[in-house]
């Protein structure tokens, strides 16, 4: 036994065996994919199939474009993994547009086509990676993996390549994800880190779209980002999706919104892609389908929202290391800083050399120490002798002692009869020399003000076309229950205490989403919230069941029930604003024999009359009254509730309809999102009765009539007066009529009654828009003309210069339309007394 254990200890400290190999090859293996296929390098942003691409692209570079086919075969003198590999890469580089120049069909992201075969499309190295990523002389070299070339390391990336391309890559135990950047504001944040200020880096799309960068993180490990399509409400009937999130195509968007319509959690007729140039998918609504609502539930069901994880993962000396865009930046700016003092430095020494040789060239020729070479000397080695010797007057001349090679050079120069014209030739070409070595030593020595120079440069020559496409902005959050469309039907057995979407033999009570909650009321007083099921067992003898709104303070619900233990019964007022689902609450003093005699739930606080009859045989000597709800507090749904009679009740029935006892919704106008809001977020609208309107004025001209729908959204860039509508107030506005060139004025009020659709009140035209709007009763209009010196000013009374007209009137003329103009409305002071006209 101690024989086989000592055995098996050798094999298992035995490195060269089979086991040894299994204990290192996987590390090598994982170590290998990190290194050398899946994660990008911190030098110049690049994998090493990438950088061997451009590396055989720069050799056959000669300004044409060169077949796929031709470079994939020229890379895999470098590259060990085969065509196809190649091949992707390089289409993937072409796709973004920035290092390569592409001709052919190179497919499309934001469709998911493919590029046409590599024997059919062609390709070049663009001017900008000519100009940022090759420079051999900075350039460290190491063997290709066959050893018969030489490949470089790394590129000499003079541009943060990593950010503006973005990165994937999958290895063994860890992932990089790397979001592009737009190529502007990198290079701007470059030149804020040089100077020393703070810069901030969020992602940008070739495929647009909106992006909320909230959670961002500087794309760090935890952060996220979310990504949305851009939709446009064409018509009350139709949407137009204008975008593809990044990393989503057309097909996969319109696969989602199929998969969420066959669900039901929306309703659609079809949808159709138009994309050709532009991104056009078009989605045709069902009938009486509320558009807003509809583009709300494709962010929420559809991938028109997606929201990507990034993780940044680099190469930084032979170890994987994750690092934030902005530390990712500063490397870079760091190393595009370094290669630039290492060229300045090259080109130092060149311009010294040059500036050396050219010294003595002239000195050679001006003293004739040429004619050494006319001399009879024994042996070559002693005409350079001769030489050097007559050169000694004028070392001090030099910056560097004459080598054997600089007299060899000389003495290769054909010798001919040199001319004053020869000798200020070289005395020019020397002064030029020594302008150039003052003017890179002054960049040496001001690196930075030369780092931001190179980067400014770049921005001018390449930044033209390359403007951020994805729009940055917050999302707001969409709650699943108010966009999902009703895509079931609940039954109730009012009996035996069922309710759900099974009971189809039942009496059918509503339909609601598969999302909403249900609040159910029993008559043994107890009440409960349950998701919408097959089939859920309440208690017997439900009395009401609605969706359940959460925080709902409005909903109120009036209650008589007696209680079992006493035979007291009470009124109560309650509101159910949070719950905790499936929990049974009792409603009464908790008696198993309580019973509700009345139940009504009221949407805005209504408090009716109820006429209660008492027992015959009961005691009391009044058996019929009535009694108010009204005279109750509303409280919460654990109180008791004031007592009703301690008699035995017969029966409560209605009697007369009650008022509102709850004050008018206080609405705010939400400017961010475009949305109205009861949680006073934004511009307060005022208090608003369940039957007010709301009126909306935008600047192209349009007004429209509303309801207080929460979930419809406006346009906040061109709302410019939102608020209650009142039919008998009168709207002036201020109109630009660009035909004309004149600012129109006109008073009128709303004679239309249609909701939600807009009116155009302004003239039609190209270019008009509303300059002022308000519904004030005696408007002024505070006007200013002209600049400087020449600033004239006036007030208008509005209400003595123009009658209220029909809201389809032209309007009439105020003033001439001008740049300079400014308007605003005023509060009326005791001097205006007259309008002054300019």
């Not at 001006?366 to 050494?372: D, G, T």
């Not at 270019?767 to 004030?776: L, R």
Request: hydrophobic share 35%; charged share 30%; aromatic share 10%.
């Amino acid at each position: 036994m101690s024989a086989a254990k000592n055995k098996l200890t050798d094999v298992q400290n035995n490195d060269s065996g089979l086991h040894g190999q299994y204990k290192t090859w996987f590390l090598d293996y994982a170590s290998y994919v990190i290194l050398e296929r899946a994660v990008p390098a911190i030098e110049d942003g690049l994998k090493p199939v990438q950088r061997r691409i451009l590396h055989a692209m720069k050799e056959m570079d000669d300004g044409r474009y060169n077949k796929v086919a031709n470079i994939i075969g020229q890379a895999m003198q470098y590259h060990p993994h085969g065509d196809a590999s190649i091949g992707d890469a390089l289409v993937n580089m072409g796709q973004k547009d920035l290092l390569i120049d592409t001709q052919g069909n190179w497919g499309d992201v934001r469709t998911g086509d493919d590029a046409a075969a590599a024997r059919y499309i062609e390709a070049r190295l663009s001017k900008f990676a000519l100009e940022v990523a090759f420079n051999a002389k900075t350039t460290q070299w190491q063997l290709s993996y066959d050893g018969r070339k030489n490949e470089p390391v790394t590129l000499p990336m003079k541009f943060p390549l990593l950010l503006a391309q973005g990165a994937d890559g999958i290895a063994v135990g860890l992932s990089t994800k790397i979001l592009p950047h737009n190529f502007c504001e990198l290079i701007e944040a470059a030149i804020k880190y040089l100077r020393g200020k703070r810069f901030e880096l969020y992602p940008d799309f070739l495929t647009g779209g909106m992006i909320d960068v909230a959670d961002y993180n500087q794309g760090k490990r935890g952060g996220k980002v979310k990504v949305r399509a851009h939709i446009e409400e064409v018509d009350k009937k139709t949407l137009a999706i204008k975008s593809v999130p990044y990393g989503v195509t057309t097909t996969q968007l319109m696969e989602s919104i199929v998969k969420a319509n066959d669900q039901g959690k929306i309703k659609i007729k079809k949808v159709t892609d138009n994309t050709a140039a532009l991104v056009e998918i078009q989605v045709d609504l069902a009938p009486g389908i509320s558009p807003d609502i509809t583009i709300d539930a494709l962010y929420k069901f559809t991938d028109c929202e997606v929201s990507i994880s990034p993780n940044a993962c680099v190469i930084v000396d032979m170890k994987p290391q994750f690092l934030g865009v902005q530390e990712l930046l500063k490397l870079s700016t760091d190393k595009t800083k370094d290669l630039l003092e290492q060229e300045l430095k090259i080109k130092l020494g060149e311009l010294q050399e040059k500036w050396h040789y050219t010294s003595l060239e002239k000195i050679f020729f001006e003293e004739k120490i040429y004619k050494e070479l006319e001399k009879k000397h024994e042996t070559w080695d002693k005409v350079l002798e001769a030489i050097d010797k007559a050169f000694t007057p004028f070392k001090k001349q030099l910056k560097r002692d004459i080598s054997r090679e600089d007299i060899v050079k000389l003495t290769e120069k054909p010798v001919r009869r040199i001319y004053k014209l020869d000798i200020d030739e070289l005395n020019a070409q020397i002064k030029g020399l020594e302008a150039d070595i003052k003017q890179v030593k002054t960049d040496l020595s001001n690196l930075v003000d030369y780092a931001v120079a190179y980067y400014e440069n770049l921005l001018k020559k390449y930044g033209k076309g390359r403007e951020r496409k994805t729009e940055i902005k917050q999302f707001e959050v969409i709650e699943a229950k108010n966009v999902a469309i009703a895509n079931a039907k609940l039954y109730v057995n009012r009996e035996e205490g069922f309710i759900g979407t099974g009971l189809k033999k039942d009496e059918l009570l509503f339909e609601c989403s598969d999302l909403d909650d249900i609040i159910v009321f029993a008559k043994r007083g107890i009440m409960k919230v349950v998701k919408v099921s097959d089939k859920t067992f309440i208690g017997k003898d439900i009395l009401y069941a609605a969706v359940f709104q959460k925080n709902d303070e409005r909903t109120t619900y009036n209650m008589i029930y007696a209680d079992g233990a006493t035979g007291i019964s009470y009124a109560k007022r309650f509101n159910v604003t949070g719950v905790t689902r499936d929990k049974e609450y009792d409603l009464t003093k908790g008696h198993e024999k309580s019973k509700v005699h009345y139940f009504t739930a009221n949407a805005n606080g209504e408090a009716e009359v109820v006429k209660v009859v008492l027992s015959p045989a009961s005691s009391a000597r009044i058996k019929e009254f009535d009694f108010y709800f009204e005279e109750l507090d509303i409280k919460g749904r654990s109180s008791m509730g004031n007592q009703v009679t301690k008699y035995p009740i017969k029966s409560v029935k209605f009697k007369e309809a009650g008022k509102a006892t709850l004050s008018g919704r206080k609405l705010w106008f939400d400017e961010k999102f475009g949305r109205l809001s009861a949680e006073e977020k934004g511009i307060y609208l005022g208090s608003f009765e369940p039957e007010d309107k709301v009126l909306v004025i935008y600047t192209d001209g349009n007004y429209e009539i509303t309801d207080q729908e929460m979930t419809q959204k406006f346009d906040a860039e061109k709302v410019l007066h939102i608020g209650k509508f009142y039919p008998e107030k009168i709207i002036t506005a201020v109109y630009v009529d660009n035909e004309k060139k004149q600012y129109i004025v006109k008073r009128f009020k709303i004679e239309t009654t249609t909701l939600k659709s807009k009116f155009l009140f302004i003239k039609e035209g190209n270019n008009n828009y509303v300059e002022a709007v308000t519904t004030d009763e005696e408007p002024i209009l505070a006007v200013q003309q002209g600049r400087g010196e020449q600033i004239r000013k006036a007030k208008f009374k509005i209400a003595k210069m123009v009658e209220v007209m029909g809201w389809k009137a032209v309007g009439a003329k105020l003033v001439d339309y001008s740049k300079s103009v400014e308007m605003e409305w005023v509060k009326p002071k005791a001097e205006d007394n007259q309008p002054e006209l300019f």
